[in-house]
């Protein structure tokens, strides 16, 4: 509509232009008559361009002096750092998700982000449903984890600072400083009557990418969790050490992986790739956004085969990643439909010391494709639809997407993550499987586990035994446990709807019969989610002593998507299949 209105403008200025013209008798050749047409044609995008100044230049001014008669006449005193930044954050949300501001004291989120450095103790912290804050996971050889410090130990004091009340964001805040400084940190053990008090120094903590890479059989195996800084040097590392010990394949797992630094993705493809190959176009508003990133240095192994693990948690640098190498038909890609990120961001450095990161630009893999899921854009003119008429506008793409190709001739399509070439499926977890996960309960046990047992054997040797279990199961009881059961509430509410409809009468001794059967019994549904749960409680287990390579370890004892990957990279038959060859 916009660039209609200017159009419109251009051809009205042209015309005034000539009716000028010819009311002071000057005589207009066709020639002339044309260039004055283009000419005032070409001031269109200067029309735009001096109406968005405007509209800028005006709504800035109203803002600010929204401001000002606020921070005069308002009833209370204002903060400005808190007001202002509510502005900000309700700007850049309405944006998309991944644009946001950080003040000077939030640099470090942001250096982490990009390096998977801090200064601080490295250790995960968490709130129990009492609001205590405890250590949900230290990092292997890392200050937490050095001094001593467990999964459960309950958060009092950092030096003479209660936490009483604090949430995790504010004890993180504190927890994090400069490398080198000391602090002594005041914790209450479970089961213990005395609080311990540890003395720790903080260090500069780098996360590593690679929690665990080991041997499956003949193939190799790397669990990647993010791209930061030198990851593609330490996966290269990792496949040289696991061709040594005698790797002919290669499974990297990119599940659960949320992406990170473009340059990292670009060097990993190039492990596998010849160089001078372009990976990824980025395109955006501005000509600086325009980039073709092209392999730069000699692969490591163009013919290893390879497959790589996704799921609907793989997304930005790690679908680069996954996407590339299915474009190029160098890798198969297994598991479930990747969370479909195809936006750039990067950040630029703001007065004070503080930074916003933006997203700048939409990528396009090899065959041309984006795998934008979600149109942000369209969000924002449904929701000022629905603000200003009331009416709800779908914001989903077109059902038929656009199909592009592989370098090989399959296809594949845009707007929906990386479909992957063999899709696993997987059983839904159970919803008291998902509560216990994250209850305390769990973790109180865990905690118990590990002061009744010094040690434990080796993760593949380790196994919850019925006894195990059975104390589990007393302590969810006595916990008192409750977990949201879809069951009763969808029986409740078709209840409520034949009542409505005055059908309830007549079918009361079969709404009766279903309440029983759907009657709560925590007895029954841990029998029969043993299985799920016997995980669960492994992997409490074998976190606190074997950190995230035990976690790692534990999980692929029973992983379906790395069952298929071997199968595949077993059969070169269907390997070479999958990939057209």
Known sequence: MKRLKYFTLSILQFFNFLFLSLHTNQQLSMKKILTLLVFTLSLAPAFAQQEHNFTLTKYLDIFNSIYRQLDIFYVDSLEADKVVRVGIDAMTQELDIYTKFYPEEEMGELKMMTTGKYGGIGSIIRMRKD??????????????????????????????????????????????????????????????????????????????????????????????????????????????????????????????????LLNEAIDMVNLFVPKNIKIVETKGKMVAANYSYKTNNDPLDVDIPLVVLVDENTASAAEIVSGSLQDLDRAVIIGGDTYGKGLVQSSRELPYNGSIKLTTAKYYLPSGRCIQKIDYKKLREAAEIYRTTGKRVSTKGDSIKQIFHTAGGREVTEGNGIKPDVEVKHDTLSNIVYYLSNDDVLTDWGTKYCQNHPTIPAVKDFSITDADYAEFKKMVKDSDFKYDRQSEKRLADLKKTAQFEGYYDDAKAEFDALEKKFAHNLDREMDRQEKDLRKVMANEIVRRYYFQAGTVEEMLKDDDDTKRAIEVLGNPAEYNKILGK
């Open 131 to 260: 609001s205590t804050v405890i250590i949900q996971e230290p990092y292997v050889d890392m200050p937490a984890a050095e001094v001593g410090l467990q999964v459960g130990d309950v958060l009092l004091k950092i030096d003479d600072k209660d936490l009483k009340g604090m949430n995790t964001s504010e004890v993180s805040e504190l927890l994090r400083g400069e490398p080198g400084t000391t602090f002594m940190l005041k914790v209450q053990r479970p089961g213990e009557k005395k609080t311990r008090d540890f003395k720790i120094t903080r260090r500069s903590i780098k996360v590593p990418a690679i929690p665990y890479y080991g041997m499956m059989g003949d193939a190799g195996y790397i669990f990647l969790r993010e791209f930061t800084e030198g990851c593609a040097k330490d996966v290269r590392k990792a496949i040289i050490s696991l061709k040594e010990k005698g790797a002919k394949k290669l499974i990297l797992d990119l599940r659960n992986n949320g992406g990170g």
